[in-house]
C-alpha cells in the first residue's frame, strides 16, 4: 500500500496567518493516464471530510481561492492564507492513484 | 444537489453482524461507484473498498476481506455494507462516498458485550 506521511501532525495558527502542510507519499501517484490523483480534505468536529483540493490543485466547488495546493510525483503542499475561524478543523490528504487508496494521518489546525 | 443519507447508529455484539445503508440521491445513481471507508481514532481513515453500482462488481481492500461484503439495490439507489464477525476493533465511524467529492454523514457503530 502506499503510504502518506502527513506533516505536522498539529499545526497553531493565528487568525490572518498563513499555514502549510506537506504530505509525501512512499510511491509516485502519476497515473498511467497522466494525472496525479492527490486531493486535500477538511474535517470539522463532527462532520464528514469535504473535499477541498482534488487533483493536486484544483479547488472543489465553493472552496475559496485561500486554498491552494500543489507538487508532483511523491511530494504535495495544501496552503491555506488569510486563516479564518471556519477553517479550523483536520485536513487529510487522499490519495487514489493506486489501490488500495490510503490517506494521510491528518493535521490538526488550531488557534495559537 | 448530490446528497448521500446513511442509516442510524448501530450498537452490535462481538460475534454478530451488521448492515449499513446509503441511499443516494441528486444523480443517476447508476454512474457513479460507491466507495466505503472506515475512520476511527487509532487507525484514522481507511478504505474499504467499492462497489460499482450499475454491475455490483466491488473491490476490497485486502485489509477487509472477509470482513466487509458491499451491494447495491438500483432499485432505490442505496448501497448497502454488511459487516460481519464483529470485534471492538470494527467499532468505528463508516461513510460512503461518491467519487471524491461527496460523503455521507457517516454511521457510527460500536462493538460491545
Known amino acids: 500500500d502506499v503510504l502518506m506521511t502527513q506533516t505536522p501532525v498539529s499545526l497553531p495558527v493565528s487568525l490572518g496567518g498563513q499555514v502549510s502542510i506537506s504530505c509525501r507519499s512512499s510511491?509516485?501517484?502519476?497515473?498511467?493516464?497522466?494525472?496525479?490523483?492527490l486531493h486535500w480534505y477538511l474535517q470539522k468536529p463532527g462532520q464528514s471530510p469535504q473535499l477541498l483540493i482534488y487533483r493536486v490543485s484544483n479547488r472543489f466547488s465553493g472552496v475559496p481561492d485561500r486554498f491552494s495546493g500543489s507538487g508532483s510525483g511523491t511530494d504535495f503542499t495544501l496552503k491555506i492564507s488569510r486563516v479564518e475561524p471556519e477553517d479550523l478543523g483536520v485536513y487529510y490528504c487522499?490519495?487514489?492513484?493506486?489501490?488500495?487508496?490510503?490517506f494521510g494521518s491528518g493535521t490538526k489546525l488550531e488557534i495559537k | 444537489q448530490v446528497q448521500l443519507q446513511q442509516s442510524g447508529a448501530e450498537l452490535a455484539k462481538p460475534g454478530s453482524s451488521v448492515k449499513i445503508s446509503c441511499k443516494a440521491s441528486?444523480?443517476?445513481?447508476?454512474?457513479?461507484?460507491i466507495s466505503w471507508i472506515k475512520q476511527t481514532t487509532g487507525q484514522g481513515l481507511e478504505y474499504i473498498g467499492y462497489i460499482n453500482t450499475g454491475s455490483g462488481g466491488t473491490y476490497y481492500n485486502e485489509k477487509f476481506k472477509g470482513k466487509a461484503t458491499l451491494t447495491v439495490d438500483k432499485s432505490s439507489s442505496t448501497a448497502f455494507m454488511q459487516l460481519s464477525s464483529l470485534t471492538p476493533e470494527d467499532t468505528a465511524v463508516y461513510y460512503c462516498a461518491r467519487g471524491s467529492g461527496s460523503w455521507g454523514q457517516g454511521v457510527m457503530v460500536t462493538v460491545s458485550s
Open positions: 487522499l490519495q487514489s492513484t493506486h489501490f488500495p487508496l490510503t
Open positions: 441528486g444523480y443517476t445513481f447508476t454512474s457513479y461507484d
Open positions: 510511491q509516485s501517484l502519476v497515473h498511467s493516464d497522466g494525472n496525479t490523483y
